[in-house]
């Protein structure tokens, strides 16, 4: 049986990040910084070996995706992987909605985090998938949106205090999985540094 490594990858920074803004489905590109951050990635994991890498559709994790990859290997696309929908408020800053609203939450039209999380684990199943055979790592890339990522890590590790953990742009996080075992562990979580080898170093704390 393949024993696994989940890569949760955050893409880099847009203008829309810079402002405090939520992004939602509004497909704004990288800005500079965020195509500097795309670049660290691509460095950080230079060598490292990765099966299977799936990006949300949207432009600026496209382009997180294939800097990483390098043309290494192809990037499949999946729009289960998309940023949650804010609806009209996209473009808004989410303490206008927690002003007028009470939470981004339960403004009319932000989609439900059950929704997020049920098309976010589909995509996670169908990339991690059966593996590749005994005695294997199979190392899968899902290059996705913070909304997206502390969504799936809530789900995927229920103790963790997910408010608390630093996701910045342009960081990724290292969950693994042994064969035997039916739940994921965290490696590391919100890092900007290498993979050297495709292990990240140190412990759980956030970075």
Do not use: C
């Not at 808004?92 to 609203?101: A, C, I, K, V």
């Not at 991690?128 to 995927?156: E, W």
């Amino acid at each position: 049986m393949t024993d696994r490594r989940l890569l949760l990858v955050r893409h880099g920074r847009t203008e829309l990040n810079a402002a405090g803004r939520l992004r939602g489905e509004i497909d704004v590109p990288l800005d500079s910084v965020g195509e500097a951050e795309a670049a660290a990635l691509g460095e950080a994991f230079r060598g490292v070996p990765l099966d299977v890498v799936v990006s949300s559709p949207l432009s600026r994790a496209v382009g997180t995706a294939h800097v990483l990859v390098s043309s290494s290997r192809p990037v499949t696309l999946d729009a289960r992987l998309r940023d949650r929908s804010y609806g009209s408020w996209a473009g808004h800053s989410p303490s206008e909605l927690e002003e007028r609203f009470g939470s981004v939450d339960d403004a009319p039209g932000v989609e439900r985090r059950d929704a997020v999380e049920m098309r976010a684990l589909a995509a996670l199943a169908d990339a991690v998938g059966p593996g590749r055979g005994a005695g294997t790592v199979q190392r899968v890339v899902l290059v996705t949106h913070d909304a997206v990522l502390r969504i799936l890590l809530r789900s995927l590790l229920p103790a963790l205090e997910v408010d608390a953990v630093a996701l910045p742009t342009g960081s990724w996080s290292e969950l693994k999985r042994a064969a035997a075992d039916t739940s994921w562990t965290v490696v590391r979580l919100g890092s900007t540094g290498p993979a050297p080898q495709g292990r990240a170093r140190g412990g759980a704390a956030p970075g």
